[in-house]
């Protein structure tokens, strides 16, 4: 009863919505007809997302940069221009560049493994010779991490890591670790925890992804190869990882860019702590820094959106310097290929 | 071709829905008084007490529970934009001075209620004053520190459980380690295989030592001022806590983690620095293990220990420019004045509250007996350590700045080998303060 009343107004306004262009088209000279619909589906599809980006990213970005100019700080509401004062104060702090050397450093400790792993696991689950049983089960549990809240898995880890009765504290002890010692305290072990957690909770993500890549190849390629006779190694090394490069180049940027930003866990797991010298702290990342500066002490909004438009200038130049990095070998690919073929067909 | 059309229409209505969901949310509402506050049990008391149907108020009263830092990040973002904004707050002591010294901008002067502060206690009127000499708020509790100790170990290691007594061996830092040493070398016949340690966490000292200064972070100038009893001297904040590290005293936990709380009923620990309201949250509720077998529900005592200090502390305040205005004031008055509601919630929850003709009177009431003190009557301890409380020392910058030098303070404990020297830790403390806090003038 309930289905049949459900798709009864379904129909309605199916054919309520129908009627409106119709009539539109008719009121339009004939040649237009068709073009004009088009455009007019395509930008009522597109239009929300530029509302929505409009009031959630670009006006943000934008209040970001002019905020920057200003002297806006804590409740002060007579807000003036100053140039670029706070680019070249924050160019003075140890702390802020301290925070981009950590988040450059949790992200390298990160990111390294997490794409050696994936791409193991990847052509593992892929493998066509090699039937591996609950395959699914095994991908779920390795992408489970990342479902799961920043949180729930930075306290997680750090009552692991606590001193006195943290699992794997009291196993480094048993290892030969000395019971003083706090890793909190320590700023490598606290900078290798954090990049483990996120290696942990992405390396299931960029998992999938390449196994999507692999899975993209089409099989006559690999079947080909093993009637020629290449080995298992021969044909991951040589077939599947330059035919997946594209998927990892994607992942480099989407990690690079995602690991720039990195907030949750440091900010979760020990806020940016152990403190070094000269006010600066060992795991604090930029995302961090941005938001100490903006909303404790003393609020420095102007200071806090300086470091924001840093660290969206530095990410512009790497995902540049990536993107130019890989469309310049495309290029290069191409023109060796000419070559190639050009010679042969001089031999020919 | 026609579901495409229905899908285009269907999901922009659902984005544009939402974003105009966005913008209408930026409204005020303006029907109900919005109470904004930090904690739960609070939050219940406006219900138990206030709102309640027998009282009829004739309005209702939303309360938003939040937690304080996002409570405070979104007060901000209200205050300055002037949109969204509450009509009444519950502000905590280490964080709310910044809004009392902005007190003329943002919050409604409550100078009428001078006159009921007589039997208020003089620091948390002080606190509450701006710098423009209004009364900007009132606190509903005062949270004087003491320490809380397990009776039982009390009478296995000092052959009494009584709170004087017991005192006698804690009332100096100079006996307080010297007490703690004698519980860390107790077996007790091998009922504590490690001994004792006195405390949970050896930096939970921090906060007794940073609520017993002379001094405030800041003078009037806004300059960085580092009190004595933190830094100087064999029986410092700095050389206790090194000492209670160095020797292995404490429990070595660090506050509000798993352990710590365990602690509470697991018998390796004395006592716990805990102000009044700790009492209940952090002890009484941790007081039994998961499995329901272990408590020591009933085994502690107070003293005041070796400092008299302070931690947290509610205060309430009027934003301008409510529409509420008489209705705001009548509730924060009613919070910290009504003998009803100040004597029940004392009693019922081992509270202490602002007013001292009333928490003198549960001195000698019965009924205020502390069960899971083993009888207790707190409120003497509690009065004798709220009278040495100083208000001065209350500065906009305190959470921020504790922290940093309780960082170092560890850091001056701990780092075996690399552990910086008193004044290198000092030094780098105030880089510290320097490099987050640049409204204060550090030398």
Known sequence: MMRHSENSVASEGVSGVGQLPETAEEQQPKKKKFRWKVDYYGILFIVPFFVVYAIFSLYPMIYSIALSLTDYEGFNRDIGLVGFVNFTWLATQPRFWQSLLNTVMIFCMNFVPQMLFALIFAAMFTGKTYKMRGKGAFKGIYYLPNILTATSVAVMFYTLFARPSGGLWQLLTHMGMSTDVNLYLMPWPSRIIIAFIQFWMWFGNSMITLSAGILGINPSVFEAAQLDGASQKDIFVHITLPLIKPIVVYSLVVSTLGGLQVFDIPYLFLSGGPALTDGRNATETVAVYIYKMAFTGDMRYNIASAASVYLFVICMIVSFVLFRITHSDELKEQKRMERRIAKRGGVA | ?443
């Open chain 2, 1 to 443: 071709m026609k579901g495409k059309r229905v899908m285009a229409v269907a999901l922009s209505a659902a984005l544009l829905g939402t974003a105009a969901g966005v913008m209408a949310g930026c409204n005020n509402r303006g029907d109900k008084l919005i109470y904004w506050v930090f904690d739960r049990d609070m939050a219940q008391q406006v219900r138990d007490y206030y709102a309640t149907e027998e009282r009829n108020l004739g309005y209702e009263i939303e309360i938003e529970t939040v937690p304080l830092e996002s409570m405070l990040t979104r007060l901000d973002n209200a205050l300055r934009t002037g949109t969204n904004l509450p009509d009444v707050v519950a502000l905590e002591a280490e964080t709310f001075k910044k809004y009392i010294d902005e007190g003329a901008q943002f919050l409604e002067p409550l100078d009428e209620y001078k006159d009921l502060t007589a039997n208020m206690y003089d620091y948390t009127v002080e606190a509450a004053t701006g710098p423009d000499g209004h009364l900007y708020a009132l606190a509903t509790n005062v949270t004087p520190g003491v320490f809380a100790y397990r009776r039982s170990m009390a009478e296995a290691v000092f052959g009494t459980d009584d709170p004087e007594e017991i005192q006698k061996h804690f009332d100096t830092w100079e006996h307080f380690l010297e007490s703690a040493r004698t519980l860390k070398n107790f077996t007790g016949g091998g009922d504590y295989p490690e001994g004792i340690k006195v405390i949970s966490s050896y930096m939970d000292i921090g906060k007794v030592f940073c609520g017993s200064r002379t001094q405030g972070w800041v003078d009037e100038n806004d300059r960085l001022v580092i009190d004595a009893s933190l830094t100087d001297g064999e029986y410092s904040m700095m050389e206790v806590a090194k000492t209670l590290q160095t020797e292995d005293l404490s429990h070595e936990t660090t506050s509000g983690d798993g352990t710590y709380y365990s602690d509470v009923w697991d018998n390796k620990v004395f006592g716990f620095f805990q102000a009044t309201w700790g009492l209940n949250t952090n002890l009484k509720n941790n007081c039994t293990d998961s499995s329901g077998e272990i408590t020591s529900d009933g085994d502690w005592a107070i003293i005041p220990g070796p400092a008299a200090y302070f931690e947290g502390g509610t205060y309430h305040v009027v934003i301008k420019g409510t529409k509420w205005l008489e209705e705001a004031k009548e509730f924060v008055k009613f919070f910290s004045t009504d003998e009803t509601y100040l004597k029940n919630w004392a009693k019922e929850h081992g509270d202490f509250m602002n007013n001292k003709e009333y928490m003198q009177d549960l001195v000698e009431d019965e009924t205020a007996n502390n069960a899971f003190l083993g009888g207790q009557n707190p409120y003497s301890i509690f009065i004798e350590q709220a009278e040495k409380i100083n208000g001065e020392i209350i500065t906009r910058y305190d959470s921020e700045i504790n922290s940093t030098f309780e960082a170092w303070a560890t850091n001056y404990a701990e780092l075996d080998g690399k552990a910086p020297t008193i004044a290198e830790a000092v030094a780098q403390f105030k880089n510290a303060v320097a490099a987050s806090l640049t409204s204060i003038t550090v030398d």
